[in-house]
């Protein structure tokens, strides 16, 4: 299973991004998809969740009010709209799968940059 995210780029505070993300290769049947983000020299920071099978969303406190994950369970797609960014989002975004509901996520895709002026 591969994991393909697109969309990032270069915005100014204020202004808003969509970032994609697909999967493909065997058939696979994901519970969990989910969007990361990783600053140099920090860890990879969870961003925000969907659960397919109780439509259920989670945001972390910076993501909170500002992006929206949304996808299609049945294409294993899934999207992360961001709006008011702010320099501290610039990152590298990864997505992530899983066909389990708890736990680590299996599949990761390879990240895009997203970086945010001021």
């Known amino acids: 299973v591969q994991l393909q995210a697109f969309g990032g780029g270069v915005v100014q505070a204020g202004g808003s991004l969509r970032l994609s993300c697909a999967a493909s290769g065997r058939t696979f049947s994901s519970v969990r998809m989910a969007w990361f983000r990783q600053i140099p020299g920090k860890e990879r920071a969870f961003v925000a969740r969907i659960t397919w099978n109780i439509g259920s969303t989670m945001y972390a406190d910076s993501a909170r009010g500002r992006f929206t994950i949304s996808g299609d369970n049945a294409k294993n797609t899934v999207s992360l709209q961001m709006n008011s960014l702010k320099p501290e989002d610039t990152a590298v975004y990864y997505c992530?799968?899983?066909?389990?509901?708890?736990?680590?996520?299996?599949?990761w895709g390879q990240g895009t940059q997203v970086t945010v002026s001021s």
């Open positions: 992530a799968a899983s066909p389990k509901r708890f736990g680590s996520y299996d599949y």
